[in-house]
């Protein structure tokens, strides 16, 4: 059985095929803000058909569900669901925070306003909450771990680490859904803010 794997919940676009052995076929990791929506679809085409894989060979799906972009996080998701649901096949999410995370290290996602999405990790554990805050006091609470995600936001270089194979890296914590229909986008923010006011 193959897994395909979809994360649209930041700059990038994430397309992997993952065997039933848990190793990855193939992957990419593309950088492409504001563009997944114009790529998914060709990529999971172009992947597919280099290793072979046939629509029916695909028996599950795993998706990033966010926080992350307002729009980003619902390509994906809307990509995968209408997949599981046509093909009566299960559907797995994971969260945007964990899915990037290493041992140990602060993940940092672009939230906008001087603000960003975070997690803190200690020995692969998730410390507190996934968060929004202002960068400040994000920078405060640091303890000078490494950053993973966008760096920039508090002057270190971005740091998005071999995206594909973070989906079998955090195999325990994909989360099977009950109901693919009722499946929604985690936001940490209410909607309004992520509109663009004049």
């Not at 676009?13 to 065997?19: E, F, G, K, M, P």
Request: proline share 4%.
């Amino acid at each position: 059985m193959i897994t395909l794997a979809l994360d649209t919940s930041h700059k990038y676009l994430v397309v992997a095929l993952i065997d039933d052995n848990d190793q990855l076929i193939d992957g990419i990791s593309q950088l492409c803000p504001k563009k997944q929506s114009e790529y998914i679809m060709v990529e999971i085409d172009r992947l597919c058909k280099k290793n072979n894989v046939k629509p029916f060979d695909i028996g599950r799906v795993v998706i990033t569900k966010g926080p992350g972009s307002y729009t980003g996080v619902r390509i994906a998701m809307t990509v995968a669901k209408v997949i599981c649901a046509l093909r009566n096949i299960p559907l797995y999410t994971l969260n945007t925070i964990e899915f990037l995370a290493d041992d140990n290290c602060l993940v940092l996602i672009d939230a906008r306003s001087h603000r960003a999405y975070y997690g803190k990790f200690m020995n692969g554990e998730l410390i507190g909450e996934v968060a929004v805050d202002d960068l400040d006091a994000i920078n405060d609470i640091r303890d000078d771990l490494p950053i993973i995600g966008d760096g920039s936001l508090l002057n270190e270089a971005d740091n998005y680490p071999n995206l594909a194979q973070k989906f079998i890296q955090h195999r325990n914590k994909w989360h099977l859904e009950d109901n693919v229909h009722t499946v929604v986008p985690l936001y940490l923010k209410d909607a309004s803010s992520y509109m663009v006011k004049k």
